[in-house]
C-alpha cells in the first residue's frame, strides 16, 4: 500500500497523529527532501528505505512505489504541508491507478495556516474578508489565463501567495495593478514553524523591498489583506445579543 501522508509546515510535531504512526510503520519512505523538514526521518523505523525525491523524476518515484509493492513492502509518500495544495499528486496517483496500485491520503497541517499562527492572524474578519485566495506568481510555469495575480488581486479579499519568493517584484506588481493600495498590509512569513522561522511584516507596496533586505529567496509565503490591520467587527457568534442554535440573547 502506496500511503500518501502531508508532513506538515515544519515543525515536527505539526504532523499529524495518523501521518506519524504511519510513518513509524513504514518500509519505505520517499520524501520531499527540499522543503520537508528531515527531523521528521527520525520517526522512521532503523531498517526503512529512504529516498529523497528532490533528486528524483515522476518516473523514478512510481519505479521505487512499484518495487516496494511488488514486495509486499507498505510506502509512505511524504509530502510538505498539506499535499493538496501544489504537491503534484494527482499525477502520481494516476499511474498508481494505470498499475493497478491501492493508496491512500492522509491530509496535513498547510504552510498557509502555519504562517497565520505565525502571524497570530485570523484569515476571515468580520467587515474585513470572508475569503481566502490562495495562488502563486506565474513563473516558469504557467497559470490559467483567468488565474492571473492582478485578476485575483481584483477581489480585495485574503490573499496566501505560495511559490513565489523568488518573484517578489512581478507580485508586488501585480497586486498593486490589480487594486491593493500601496498601504495594505502584508507580510512575509519565512519557514512557518520551522526552528527558523521569520515574520516580516510589511506593506504591499515595499513587499519587494523588504524581501530584499532580509535576504528571502525561497521557502516564504506573502499574506496580503486588512486582516493583517487593526480594524473589523466583533464576532456574532458570541455576541450576547445574538440568538443562535445553541443560546439565547441575553440582553439587547
Not at 95 to 118: C, H, K, M, N
Not at 180 to 194: E, L, M
Amino acid at each position: 500500500m502506496i500511503h500518501f501522508v502531508g508532513a506538515g509546515p515544519g515543525a515536527e510535531d505539526l504532523i499529524t497523529i495518523r501521518g506519524k504512526n504511519l510513518l513509524e510503520k513504514a518500509d519505505v519512505i520517499i520524501y520531499a527532501g527540499s522543503l520537508v523538514n528531515p527531523a521528521l526521518l527520525a520517526y522512521a523505523k532503523k531498517e526503512a528505505k529512504i529516498y529523497n525525491s528532490a533528486k528524483m523524476t515522476l518516473e523514478e518515484v512510481i519505479e521505487v512505489m512499484k518495487d516496494a509493492e511488488a514486495k509486499g513492502l507498505d510506502t509512505v509518500r511524504l509530502h510538505t504541508g498539506d499535499q493538496s495544495l501544489f504537491g503534484a499528486i494527482r499525477e502520481q496517483m494516476d499511474l498508481l491507478d494505470e498499475a493497478g496500485i491501492s493508496y491512500d491520503d492522509t491530509p496535513g497541517v498547510s504552510s498557509f495556516s502555519a504562517a497565520a499562527a505565525a502571524c497570530n492572524a485570523e484569515y476571515t474578519l468580520p467587515s474585513v474578508s470572508q475569503s481566502v485566495i490562495i495562488t502563486r506568481m506565474e513563473g516558469r510555469t504557467p497559470v490559467p489565463e483567468g488565474e492571473k495575480m492582478r485578476l485575483m488581486a481584483s477581489h480585495g479579499c485574503t490573499m496566501v501567495i505560495f511559490l513565489s519568493s523568488s518573484l517578489l517584484d512581478k507580485v508586488q506588481a501585480e497586486l498593486m495593478e490589480g487594486g491593493y493600495s500601496a498601504d495594505t498590509p502584508a507580510a512575509i512569513v519565512y519557514k512557518a514553524s520551522w526552528p527558523d522561522e521569520k515574520v516580516m511584516y510589511c506593506t504591499v507596496g515595499t513587499i519587494a523591498k523588504t524581501a530584499e533586505e532580509n535576504g528571502i529567496k525561497n521557502t516564504a509565503l506573502v499574506l496580503v489583506g486588512g486582516f493583517l490591520g487593526d480594524r473589523y467587527e466583533r464576532s456574532k457568534l458570541y455576541d450576547p445579543t445574538f440568538t443562535t442554535l445553541f443560546r439565547k440573547a441575553s440582553h439587547s
